[in-house]
């Protein structure tokens, strides 16, 4: 059965179509919905692509995360266009989480402790 060291198998990322099997229906409404999200519009497909990278760090999904390296380098992205995406998930997530500190700074105020 392979290496059970972990539960992220890179093999794995090739099966993704087939999340058709147990729910045929629902499947092809998420691709064509996929599938029309990541055509070409307002935003170019490497800009979607690097946009996509950088939620895949976000939401830390391996998958994607290869995913969306392997895409946005066929799409013409750099490797230093690459990794500012990354930088502006990683700026996004210390201030999302900072920004919930004024949540406690309320609740102390509110305590007057």
Same mark, same amino acid.
């Given at each position: 059965?392979?290496?059970?060291?972990?539960?992220? @198998?890179?093999?794995?990322l090739k099966k993704f179509g087939n999340i058709?099997?147990?729910?045929?229906?629902?499947?092809?409404?998420?691709?064509?919905?996929?599938?029309?999200?990541?055509?070409?519009?307002?935003?170019?497909?490497?800009?979607?692509?690097?946009?996509?990278?950088? #939620?895949? @760090?976000? #939401?830390?999904?391996?998958?994607?995360?290869?995913?969306?390296?392997?895409?946005?380098?066929?799409?013409?992205?750099?490797?230093?266009?690459?990794?500012?995406? #990354? @930088?502006?998930?990683?700026?996004?997530?210390?201030?999302?989480?900072?920004? @919930?500190?004024?949540?406690?700074?309320?609740? #102390?105020?509110?305590?007057?402790?």
């Amino acid at each position: 059965m392979g290496d059970h060291s972990s539960y992220y @198998h890179p093999e794995d990322l090739k099966k993704f179509g087939n999340i058709s099997e147990f729910q045929p229906d629902l499947a092809k409404k998420f691709f064509d919905y996929y599938g029309a999200v990541f055509a070409e519009g307002a935003l170019t497909a490497r800009e979607k692509c690097l946009i996509a990278l950088a #939620v895949a @760090h976000t #939401v830390q999904c391996p998958y994607c995360i290869d995913a969306y390296s392997t895409e946005s380098l066929e799409k013409g992205a750099t490797e230093e266009q690459m990794m500012e995406a #990354v @930088h502006v998930a990683a700026a996004i997530r210390g201030g999302s989480s900072l920004v @919930h500190g004024v949540q406690m700074m309320n609740k #102390v105020k509110e305590l007057g402790m």
